[in-house]
């Protein structure tokens, strides 16, 4: 994949996966791989398959049922949905629509640090996406910019790898914390209780290294950095050289104390205020939101992947008798990008 635009098919991947053809590798990752395939209707859909290694893991199994469950009980603008799945067969997937566009890491690697309107307007989505995903009773627990993915329709959510329900307590596997240690809050890297919290704690981590293309924390180890996190009622982050705008902002959701961050639904509010005042324009109105080069990016990502009708006919087609049918009917053969 260069410029993330898929990449071809390797010798040895699977050229189909429950009758989805696969047609286009568009990553790779430390449980699977993601391949683009398309719906009958010729929708692009992102289809992850789960590396065999974790499918032979009956506690990975547990934890990818709940990741399917966690992303199919919340919906709204900028959450990238699940629109199949299988998480009991012998190689477990799932597929979500397919947004063309580059994750913010790989964008501000490239092309480095975002306008501060552009950070507030991806900001402000995100916490709204948050706090659907907060009212459906979930925390998402991995909030970075990898999981984020910037298009010419805006910024969009992804990968509930390790949402939980909101009444749950810590997450661990064999003695460690499960997550992202650069991008945790700091009860996240103490292994105490989270709540919807957290998650506003990593969106102003994201939302500074987006401002500034440094982690306000400084570099180093990824441990290292979640230590500093883990401290950060005695060593703040430095937040001096980012945006004025923001900078207010930033140090509302990085406050070490979790009862004295606002909600997502207010960082929301607060980033269209800031907005409006930064430029005029509104939280989602997209046209010119993207920096030249990255929308130039993002526009060959389109190209690349733009449907042919005639050569994405998928194997499976279900009939009236097929348990599936309902679902495929629900979930596959219409757009949930055009439906909002």
Not at 80 to 104: C, N, R
Not at 230 to 237: F, H, L, M, Q
């Amino acid at each position: 994949m260069q410029d993330g635009v898929p990449g071809p098919l390797r010798a040895d991947d699977p050229r189909e996966i429950s009758g989805y053809a696969l047609r286009a590798r568009v990553g790779e990752g430390g449980m699977g791989t993601v391949y683009l395939s398309h719906t009958r209707g010729g929708q692009p859909v992102a289809l992850k398959v789960i590396r065999r290694e974790y499918a032979q893991s009956a506690e990975f199994r547990v934890r990818f049922a709940r990741e399917v469950a966690a992303a199919r009980r919340v919906s709204g603008y900028h959450l990238v949905p699940v629109v199949d799945h299988d998480t009991e067969g012998t190689q477990p997937w799932l597929a979500t629509q397919y947004v063309p566009g580059l994750p913010l890491d790989a964008v501000l690697g490239a092309h480095g640090p975002l306008p501060t309107a552009a950070v507030l307007q991806l900001t402000g989505c995100l916490a709204g996406a948050l706090d659907a995903v907060h009212t459906a009773g979930v925390i998402h627990r991995d909030i970075k910019p990898g999981n984020l993915l910037l298009s010419a329709s805006g910024p969009w959510l992804l990968d509930f790898g390790i949402a939980r329900a909101a009444d749950t307590r810590t997450l661990t596997t064999v003695g460690r914390l499960i997550g992202s240690p650069k991008h945790m809050s700091p009860e996240h890297a103490l292994g105490r209780e989270l709540t919807t919290a957290s998650d506003v704690f990593t969106l102003g981590l994201l939302a500074a290294e987006a401002a500034t293309g440094q982690h306000p924390y400084g570099r180093g180890h990824g441990l290292a950095v979640a230590a500093r996190i883990a401290g950060t009622d005695r060593e703040p982050p430095l937040l001096d050289h980012h945006p004025r705008p923001l900078r207010q902002l930033l140090r509302r959701c990085l406050a070490a104390r979790p009862e004295e961050r606002p909600t997502a639904r207010e960082v929301a509010e607060l980033c269209g205020q800031a907005l409006a005042g930064e430029d005029g324009r509104g939280l989602r109105v997209f046209t010119g939101w993207l920096p030249d080069p990255v929308a130039a990016a993002v526009a060959r990502i389109e190209t690349a992947t733009r449907p042919r009708p005639s050569a994405y006919t998928p194997t499976y087609v279900p009939t009236v008798r097929d348990p599936l049918a309902a679902e495929w009917n629900r979930r596959i053969r219409r757009n949930p990008l055009q439906d909002r």
